[in-house]
């Protein structure tokens, strides 16, 4: 069986990621492995997960000796990562553990809004306690595991609440992605684009070469690949820049600006990888405009964004496009009316534009709202 193993080298906050296709059954033995003793675990997850993989997570656990494992319930969809849910989390940890000296190992058992939301509450709970993340999706697996951005969206905000905090360990068996919808595969493959397309020449080639189509198949050796690269992609950044002060992390942001406001805006009606692969479209547009790159990177991402099955348009209602500009102007990276974009400068490379003019801007998004 294939297996990988990334390390994120954070000095003192070091981590693993292991990746591997039905290990699920070896979590607790991992986790013992990596110097992880605690004695309970408070399981952070959803319905739907949890249906699948608790039981063999909280088996797993009691077999390596964890006495307690305590399972805390959030809801599915990104509506629920918010901050009532957040103090439910955290109101969870104290009623289960309110003796300060028996602190619970969190274990987050979920998609990207389970990883963030349940990351957030154990990096404030007690001032921070250690977490682990097992993503269960395609896009957790690539970005939102790794990397220690943990959040809640607030006030129509998306991530305006949260905190950096490293997990322990990341634990991701990539045989849980059966269960997972079609439609989230594709999502999960926009970030893999997305990393391609501006960090790494060779993976986009690779995904050109068909490594996309068996992704998409879930071929368990080109997915432990294709994760593997992406996560030390992701690492290489936030190793740099771990706390997203000197530029180096904006490259995730690829698609990001435009697509966080879409994602917003459109009411949920678009997951979060469907929302960035149109944000990608209209930034690529943009860089074709400014200059910044040639026809031919645009051709070769949008064939790829078509093969995954990902929209590049999206036709919402009458006042979608001054929501999208309003969402989009509360943007963390903007200040004082200037705006930042990542923008492509060849395959496997980008460069920041910032004060991009506001009218280029509105065509670009208009140019992906129908
Ligand atoms: N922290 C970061 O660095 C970072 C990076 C990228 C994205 N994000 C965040 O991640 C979130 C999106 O995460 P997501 O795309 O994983 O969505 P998600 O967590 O909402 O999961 C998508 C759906 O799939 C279901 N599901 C998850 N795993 C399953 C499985 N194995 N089998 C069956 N069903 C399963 C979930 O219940 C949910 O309904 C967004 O909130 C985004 O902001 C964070
Ligand atoms: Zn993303």
């Known amino acids: 069986m294939t297996t990988a193993r ?56 009691e077999d390596s000796g964890f006495r307690r494992v305590v399972r805390h319930d959030i809801p599915a969809t990104e509506q629920g990562k918010n ?3 957040f103090t439910k989390a955290c109101a969870g940890m104290l009623e289960s553990f309110p003796d300060a000296g028996a602190i619970p190992l969190v274990v987050l058992l979920g998609g990207g809004v389970v990883g963030d939301l349940g990351g957030f509450a154990a990096a404030v709970f007690r001032r921070g306690v250690p977490f682990v993340q097992i993503p269960t999706t395609l896009l957790a697996a690539v970005d939102s595991s790794v990397g220690g ?14 905190a950096f905090s490293q997990p322990r360990l990341v634990f991701c068996d990539l045989g849980v992605l059966r269960t997972l919808d079609a439609r989230e595969v594709r999502s999960g493959t926009a970030e893999i684009i997305k990393y391609g397309a501006v960090c790494s020449e060779s993976l986009f080639r690779q995904l050109e070469d068909g490594a996309l189509e068996r992704v998409l198949a879930l071929e368990p050796g080109t997915l432990t690949d294709v994760v593997a690269q992406c996560c030390r992609l992701k690492a290489d950044v936030v190793e740099k820049d771990e706390l997203d002060k000197l530029g180096i992390r904006n490259v995730l942001n690829f698609g990001h600006t435009i697509g966080h406001g879409l994602e917003l805006s459109a009411e949920y009606a678009l997951t979060h ?21 040639g026809p031919e990177f645009e051709n070769r991402l949008f064939s790829l964004i078509r093969r995954a099955g990902l929209p590049m348009s999206f036709s919402g209602t009458p006042g979608l496009y001054d929501a999208v500009i309003r969402a989009m102007q509360s943007d963390k990276k903007f200040r004082d009316g200037r ?11 980008w460069a920041p534009r910032e004060n991009v003019d506001w009218g280029l801007v509105g065509d670009c998004v208009r140019g992906v709202i129908s």
């Open 6 to 61: 990334v390390l994120v080298d954070l000095g003192s906050r070091k981590y693993p990621i292991l990746i591997g296709s039905d290990t699920m059954g070896g979590l607790g033995a991992s986790l013992r492995e990596n110097g992880l003793t605690q004695r309970d675990a408070f399981v952070i997850t959803n319905p739907a997960v949890g249906a699948h993989y608790f039981d063999t997570v909280r088996q797993s656990l």
């Open 83 to 85: 901050w009532e849910e």
């Open 149 to 162: 951005k943990v959040a809640v969206n607030f006030g129509g905000v998306k991530n305006i609440m949260g």
């Open 273 to 293: 990888g469907e929302a960035i692969a149109i944000g990608m479209v209209a930034a690529t547009r943009m860089a074709v405009k400014l200059g910044m790159v």
């Open 339 to 349: 705006n930042l974009f990542v923008l492509p400068t060849a395959i496997g490379a």
